[in-house]
Each structure stands twice: as structure tokens, then as C-alpha cells.
């Protein structure tokens, strides 16, 4: 069975500060990882993805993802937060069946 | 902004009563995926297509509701005897050949349905 975690329901920061949200995983075999962007009423918008290769993945608007095997990890990270940034973000795993499986969210308020 | 077009962006049922979603995936996907969000942020998939056949479906999706991608029309999804706990954003997503397969799916801004 493949689960996907997000251990922080809610992160706040200030605007110009750097964040970076934590997702775990569990399956055993090769797994596509992937972050997703929900704003506030909106559908969900693609961040960025990791399969294979360089483990330092580079996504939009600023983001990046480091994958690690060793912690079944996939943590996003941003340098410096915009007040645009708020919004609730799902990490997504895709392991041997077709369907995505999502976390269930992380809420990130930046404060200015 | 989203290319994957959903319909009705709201809708309103009482118990027992049919809700009907559309979706037009983005052009030139053939693939398209339905998932149920709740209010706890947990996502249920519910089925997939690819072109006019169904792929995937759960047990909940082949009891009370329905699906279809006809051609040159946009996919539906209905829901034949509405319950309370059928409250979510339901939330249509397409992908290019091989796009789901790495886990890049493009989402509609959903139908947020409500039964009271």
C-alpha cells in the first residue's frame, strides 16, 4: 500500500523568509513524486516532479524539492516567500497504479 | 488559469437528488481523472479514462455514480442519488499521453457540490 504524508497541517512565515514543507512516503518500489498548489476555491495547480536523476528537482515560481530514498522524503522548499504564496500544498506520489495519492496538505499563511 | 474547464463551479442538491458535473479536459489530453476533495483535504480518486474508456474505477464510483468522456463532448460526472456525505470539490484533471505516468496532472477549478 503507498501513503503519502505531510507531518505539518499549518506553517506560518513572514514574507521574505524561506520555508520548507515536509512530505514522506511509503512504497517499495520506483515512485513518482510530485507538489501540487491549491490557493484559496482554486484547483489544484502542478508545482514540480521527481522520478529519477538529480534527487534536487527545480520547479515554478521559485520552488525546488529535494527527493531522498534513505528517509522516503520529498520536502519543497522556497528561498524567500511572496504574500502570494499562501495557499495549501499537496504532495502526490504515484507508485504502481495509475492514480495520483495525495497528502493531506500543508496550509502556509505568509505574514507581511 | 486552468485550460481544464469544469461546470457548474457551485451546485446545490437535496438528499436522494441527481448532480451532474462536466469537464472539458485540456486539448489534446486524452487522458482525464475525477477525484473527490473534502473538507479535510483527503482525496478520494474516483475513475480515470483514457480517450472514451474507462481505466480505473472504485467500488464506490461503480454503485451510485457514473462517468463518461464521449467524444467531441465533455466528460461528465453524476452522481445518482446524492447523500450528505457526498459534500466535497470534486475536481477534474487531464493529462497528455504520459503525463500521468509521471505524476503531472492539469486540474479544472472544480464543482463544489453541497447536499443538505
Known amino acids: 500500500t503507498q501513503t503519502v504524508s505531510q507531518s505539518d497541517a499549518h506553517v506560518t512565515v513572514f514574507e521574505g523568509d524561506s520555508v520548507e514543507l515536509r512530505c514522506n512516503y511509503s512504497?517499495?518500489?520506483?515512485?513518482?513524486l510530485s507538489w501540487y498548489i491549491q490557493h484559496h476555491g482554486r484547483g489544484l495547480q502542478f508545482l514540480l516532479k521527481y522520478y529519477s536523476g538529480n534527487p534536487v528537482v527545480q520547479g515554478v515560481n521559485g520552488f525546488e524539492a529535494e527527493f531522498s530514498k534513505s528517509d522516503s522524503s520529498f520536502h519543497l522548499r522556497k528561498a524567500s516567500v511572496h504574500w502570494s504564496d499562501s495557499a495549501v500544498y499537496f504532495c502526490?506520489?504515484?507508485?504502481?497504479?495509475?492514480?495520483?495519492?495525495f497528502g493531506t496538505g500543508t496550509t502556509v499563511s505568509v505574514s507581511p | 488559469n486552468s485550460k481544464v474547464i469544469q461546470t457548474p463551479r457551485y451546485l446545490v442538491k437535496g438528499q436522494g437528488q441527481k448532480a451532474k458535473m462536466r469537464c472539458i479536459p485540456e486539448?489534446?489530453?486524452?487522458?482525464v481523472f475525477w477525484y473527490q476533495q473534502n473538507k479535510n483535504n483527503e482525496f478520494k480518486f474516483l475513475i480515470n479514462f483514457q480517450n472514451q474508456e474507462v481505466l480505473q474505477q472504485i467500488d464506490m464510483t461503480e454503485k451510485r455514480f457514473s462517468a463518461e468522456c464521449p467524444s467531441n463532448s465533455p466528460c461528465s460526472l453524476e452522481i445518482q442519488s446524492s447523500e450528505a456525505g457526498d459534500s466535497a470539490l470534486y475536481l477534474c484533471?487531464?493529462?497528455?499521453?504520459?503525463?500521468?505516468?509521471?505524476?503531472?496532472?492539469?486540474f479544472g477549478e472544480g464543482s463544489k457540490l453541497t447536499v443538505l
Open positions: 502526490a506520489a504515484r507508485g504502481g497504479g495509475r492514480a495520483l495519492i
Open positions: 484533471a487531464s493529462s497528455p499521453w504520459g503525463g500521468a505516468d509521471t505524476g503531472q496532472l492539469y
Open positions: 512504497y517499495g518500489g520506483s515512485i513518482y
Open positions: 486539448k489534446g489530453h486524452p487522458v
